[in-house]
């Protein structure tokens, strides 16, 4: 008898019950009454087959639905996936596992418990294309004595539950004031830094414009000392400068802004250097 097979098709002969060959896309032949063709229909029913005769060897597609799983924090989250996959072997697909589709997804979903019950519930979240890849590793050893290669598997949705979302909802508000509250306190310290940087530059600068300043009066008393001394000598140069400062600083006391002045207890020394300074000043004139 004269068939033909469809594209991406084939077929199982079996003779007296076992299995001689696969006949792939085109036309193929049996013999009557000793060859017959594999029924898959029984087994697989609708689900990768033609009038149960012909068995798709084009990639497939199978939906895990929605389904619970633990993670390692004892959290409830669902997870539903999708698992691409296709026939390599007809005769191991049909004759090594009974039931094909339904071992293949309860397969899956053993792997999915087993990694999400490894994971928390922030790595798990966080995780997706990682588990994908976990997943399918982790069929490959399963589904290869069943004819059938796992192209991939793509989870479609991690859900929790309510009660785990209000949870985490309530921890990432508790995150985020936390990181304020933190970004407040460094924003806070460098502010203190500055200020302090500013204030500490301040200081130096008035600093050395005080003794720059100091440097030049020092020079400059130096040099009116150097010409007082040429002039009347170093002993009564001293003294005279002495005398200045004194006057100064009675200067300086009579500015107080209160009611109260300040007058020195003696003022004979002072009336003395004064009077020498005079004298000195205009004995010189008058040898000049």
Not at 161 to 173: I, N, V, W
Not at 231 to 254: H, N, P, T, W, Y
Request: glycine share 6%; net charge negative.
């Amino acid at each position: 008898m004269i068939t033909t097979i469809p594209q991406n098709h084939c077929r199982i002969i079996e003779r007296f019950g076992k299995p001689i060959k696969i006949q792939h896309s085109g036309l193929a032949f049996k013999l009557p009454v000793i060859d017959k063709v594999r029924d898959v229909s029984d087994v697989w029913g609708g689900e990768t087959n033609k009038e149960g005769r012909f068995i798709e060897l084009s990639e497939q597609i199978t939906d895990t639905n929605p389904r619970e799983c633990i993670t390692k924090d004892n959290a409830k989250i669902t997870v539903d996936c999708v698992i691409s996959w296709r026939v390599i072997n007809p005769i191991k697909a049909v004759y090594e596992v009974d039931h094909l589709h339904q071992s293949l997804l309860q397969a899956t979903l053993n792997v999915i418990r087993s990694e999400i019950g490894m994971r928390d519930l922030d790595e798990a979240l966080a995780t997706r294309a990682g588990l994908n890849e976990t997943i399918v590793a982790g069929l490959v050893d399963t589904v290869k004595k069943w004819g059938i290669q796992i192209l991939r598997v793509e989870i479609q949705e991690l859900r929790t539950d309510d009660q785990t979302s209000k949870a985490m909802l309530q921890q990432l508000e508790a995150e985020r004031r936390s990181r304020a509250l933190s970004s407040e306190a460094v924003g806070q310290a460098e502010a203190t830094i500055k200020a302090a940087t500013a204030d500490r530059e301040s200081a130096v600068q008035r600093a050395e414009g005080q003794a720059k300043a100091l440097g030049i009066v020092a020079a400059a008393e130096r040099a009116y000392l150097d010409t007082l001394s040429e002039a009347v000598g170093a002993e009564e140069a001293a003294r005279i400068l002495i005398a200045q400062k004194v006057i100064d600083g009675f200067d300086r006391i009579s500015r107080n802004p209160a009611d109260k002045v300040f007058l020195p207890s003696s003022m004979s020394g002072i009336l003395e250097l004064s009077s020498k300074s005079k004298a000195g000043g205009s004995s010189t004139t008058s040898a000049n």
